[in-house]
């Protein structure tokens, strides 16, 4: 029997597709294994051991700079996703006003502006900062990483927002709630998934951010990833895959709560 | 409608876009103080004359621009063409555009691929795609490091196999900044492919088949014109950040394989020349913004009009 003319099958397109997943794939899963090696090389495996991440664990460095990096992301998601939700409430669900497609551009720009350049430009503004006033803190990286984090966490608060219908806080408004009762009680639960998605994303966004920080930061304010740059440039052991992997697994445990969250967004319209 | 009802009409929508207003400032402000605000130091710093120890000193001066494209010989004081930044400059420009043909090939059969799943299946295929994307860019440039250095398992598999009898130098090359890039954005290149793909009516191809196109034309004909949208988005998104890239050519390119981030970076060194910096930094904002611009243009229109 003749096998069936299927219209949606392009010759070679799978070969591709799956040479492109395993291209994704070999180096991280390496990566992951070498993480397991007992011996002192990421490329000969010598057999089973966990001492690498004992190593990793054992390494004030590598545990500050985490706990420094945690902390970044925290404060600067939290900050990021407030100023991004009440920005999402005032440009969506409404007629065209002036200033809207600005502020919708404003927002968006981090986006667009190559991040090494962004980089530059905080390190000349912050090094007068830095002059003037002697405060040298987290501020000046927790102030950057919440500024690129409003875009990410605009994007999914917005589109929320604009599946929300207007007309149960017009209803609350016809019964004499408050503006702020009517955020508080109908437009604050409706929009929870989204700004914790928004959050999520924000959180994940400055854990990884490099760029910015390597330039931003003062001495001694190593960020794990900043902290990795560094390492890099020597001769790596075991230890480096150790710490990629917990990386890893922890950039997957948000971004997978991300994903069902976002998808309980969709559901819900 | 009454004189005065118009009146508290229009009233009511000006406090309404005054509280919009107020509600966005945070944000607003947030991005201006530390984001975009800053560039236009960058602006002002580009026209300065460089301070002898770093930084700037407060006078006009068109030496950072000058020195983008041209050097002045310290000597004879001749003016020639600044090689060294035009050819990382064009370099740069050369491995974002290879990088983002390259994402195109091996990105548009995977988009196609998982577009032509079961819509139940298509989610799971979508999520292997986008979790490389949110690796750490240094954890996945670790990764290919460890994949093509002389130890690493490309070298070791392809000398098993007797292909080669001691190992390429592959790391440190144009070769792994190129593999390097084409693996983290890979993923900027499939998402918005498959999101054009998702749209194709299938009933257009099944048309084509039907008027004896082969599969070829039925490609070239119907499917790529009928995604162009897509195939812009995706390569705007892997250029601008392809060409920026500083963390890539950093750990895959070794000293002398320098990109124009890196090269910015050097700029703001100890005793380097600042307003030089500022002014490639402002080059490649220019770049970008016309890249953006063209894609705002052309890949704004989705669906290619077959609503």
Redesign the interface.
């Known amino acids: 029997m003749r096998k069936r003319f299927d219209i949606r099958v392009q010759p070679g397109f799978a070969t591709i597709a799956m040479f492109c997943f395993f291209l994704l794939y070999v180096p991280i899963f390496t990566l992951v294994v070498y993480a397991f090696n007992s011996g002192i090389s990421i490329a000969r495996w010598e057999g089973f051991s966990f001492r690498w991440f004992v190593a990793a664990w054992n390494n004030n460095l590598v545990i500050e700079a985490a706990i420094r990096s945690v902390q970044i992301a925290a404060i600067a998601a939290v900050i990021a996703t407030a100023a991004a939700t009440l920005a999402a409430i005032a440009t969506t669900r409404t007629a065209g006003y002036r200033g809207l497609t600005f502020k919708y551009s404003f927002i968006n720009m981090p986006l667009m502006v190559p991040e090494i350049v962004t980089a530059v430009a905080l390190l000349i503004l912050f090094s007068r900062i830095k002059v003037w006033t002697g405060y040298s803190g987290l501020g000046y990286l927790i102030l950057a990483h919440t500024a690129f984090c409003i875009p990410f966490a605009y994007l999914p608060i917005r589109a929320r927002l604009e599946n929300m219908d207007l007309a149960l806080e017009r209803a609350a408004a016809d019964l004499y709630a408050t503006p702020f009762k009517v955020f508080r009680y109908i437009t604050l639960p409706l929009l929870w998934p989204g700004i914790l998605a928004g959050m999520m994303l924000a959180f994940v966004i400055s854990l990884d951010d490099i760029v910015i920080t390597e330039f931003v930061k003062s001495a001694g304010q190593e960020t794990l990833p900043t902290y990795m740059l560094g390492q890099l440039r020597r001769a790596v052991t075991p230890e480096m895959n150790a710490i990629s992997t917990v990386f890893l697994l922890l950039s997957l445990a948000i971004v997978t709560i991300f994903f069902f969250l976002s998808r309980s967004n969709e559901k819900s319209d | 409608m009454t004189e005065r009802t118009k009146q508290a009409a229009s009233a009511a929508q000006r406090q309404?876009?005054t509280?919009?207003?107020?509600?966005?400032t945070?944000?607003?402000a947030?991005?201006?103080?530390?984001?975009?605000g800053?560039?236009l130091?960058?602006l002002v710093?580009s026209v300065l004359a460089p301070g002898s120890y770093g930084d700037v000193k407060w006078e006009f001066s068109g030496q950072g621009w000058f020195n983008v494209f041209f050097s002045r010989d310290i000597f004879d004081d001749t003016v020639s063409l600044a090689d060294a930044h035009v050819t990382i400059l064009w370099r740069s420009a050369r491995l974002a555009v290879i990088t983002t043909v390259l994402c195109l090939?091996?990105?548009f059969?995977?988009a196609?691929?998982?577009a032509?799943r079961a819509p139940h299946n298509r989610?799971i295929w979508l999520?292997?795609?986008?979790?490389?994307f949110?690796?750490?860019?240094?954890?996945?440039?670790?990764?290919?490091?460890?994949?093509i250095?002389n130890?690493?398992?490309a070298n070791?598999i392809l000398m098993k196999l007797g292909v080669i009898s001691a190992p390429i130098q592959m790391l440190y090359t144009d070769f792994a900044i190129l593999l390097g890039m084409v693996?983290v954005h890979?993923p900027l290149m499939?998402l918005p492919l498959y999101a054009s793909l998702e749209k194709l009516d299938?009933r257009l191809?099944?048309a084509g088949?039907d008027l004896y196109a082969t599969?070829l034309k039925v490609?070239w004909r119907i499917?790529i014109p009928l995604v162009k949208p897509g195939i812009i988005a995706g390569s705007i998104l892997v250029f601008?950040?392809a060409?920026?890239s500083?963390?890539i050519p950093?750990?895959l390119g070794g000293g002398k394989n320098l990109m124009v981030?890196n090269l910015?970076?050097l700029q703001?060194g100890q005793g380097r020349n600042?307003p030089l910096?500022?002014a490639l930094?402002?080059t490649?904002?220019i770049i970008?913004?016309f890249a953006?611009l063209y894609y705002v243009k052309n890949a704004g229109k989705t669906g290619g009009g077959h609503a």
Do not use: H
């Open positions: 309404e876009i509280s919009r207003w107020l509600l966005s945070p944000a607003l947030l991005i201006a103080i530390a984001s975009v800053p560039l130091i960058v710093y090939i091996v990105g059969p995977t196609y691929f998982i032509s989610s999520f292997l795609i986008t979790i490389p949110w690796t750490n860019m240094l954890i996945r440039g670790f990764a290919i490091q460890e994949m250095r130890e690493g398992l070791t693996y890979l499939v299938f191809v099944e088949y599969r490609l499917i601008i950040p060409l920026s500083y963390v950093r750990i981030g910015i970076e703001f600042w910096g500022a930094s402002i490649l904002v970008v913004l953006m």
